[in-house]
T-cell receptor, first 116, second 115 residues
């Protein structure tokens, strides 16, 4: 069964500092991995996804993530935090089911706070 | 700018009442998902449909929850009777089923409070 673990339910960084949000996955098959962002009172929005092409994936708003099979990780980074990055971030893995493969399993989320 | 729409955005009801939440997927999308988000459980998949057919509702309490797609432009999630523990934000998402890397597009959610 596929699952993801997000280390750190809350992360605070200063404006302009590096953002690093951690995600480790567990999968018996090559996974498809996703990062979603949720702003207050909104739905989830896709930041980026890994689908077995390039291991370094670039997403929207300057975010990127690197798939590391040896570490079973898919950490999300951004070189310089902006106040508008304050949100909750979810890592997700595609679950393979008997009915198809569209189902996602989400991590517990990491709330990112940006300190002015 | 195509978006998933959900109505109502907020619903307050009393225990025992029926609640119906509606979702309009993005035109042309053939998969629809219902999720529930709570502080304690996080995001849980309740049910999903492909081409209007229910494929998996194993995450849904069958005794009180039901999900349907009367047509390709409308998905509904019904709770009858509602209970306080159903208080949560319910999200609908839609996608185009072309492979495992497909993106799910989320609606803004329905915040349900059951008193």
């Amino acid at each position: 069964a596929q699952s993801v673990t997000q280390l750190g339910s809350h992360v605070s960084v200063s404006e302009g500092a590096l953002v690093l949000l951690r995600c480790n996955y567990s999968s018996s098959v090559p996974p498809y991995l996703f990062w979603y962002v949720q702003y207050p009172n909104q739905g989830l929005q896709l930041l980026l996804k890994y689908t077995s092409a390039a291991t370094l994936v670039k997403g929207i708003n300057g975010f990127e993530a690197e798939f590391k099979k040896s570490e079973t990780s898919f950490h999300l980074t951004k070189p310089s935090a902006h106040m508008s990055d304050a949100a909750e971030y979810f890592c997700a893995v595609r679950r393979i089911s008997n009915f198809g493969n569209e189902k996602l399993t989400f991590g517990t989320g990491t709330r990112l706070t940006i300190i002015p | 700018d195509a978006r998933v729409t959900q109505t109502p955005r907020h619903k307050v009801t009393e225990m025992g009442q029926e609640v119906t939440m509606r979702c309009q997927p993005i035109l042309g999308h053939n998969t629809v998902f219902w999720y529930r988000q709570t502080m304690m459980q996080g995001l849980e998949l309740l049910a999903y449909f492909r081409n209007r057919a229910p494929l998996d509702d194993s995450g849904m309490p069958k005794d009180r929850f039901s999900a349907e797609m009367p047509d390709a432009t409308l998905a509904t999630l019904k709770i009858q009777p509602s209970e306080p523990r159903d208080s949560a934000v319910y999200f609908c998402a839609s996608g185009l089923s072309r492979g495992a890397g497909d993106t799910q597009y989320f609606g803004p959610g329905t915040r349900l409070t059951v008193l």
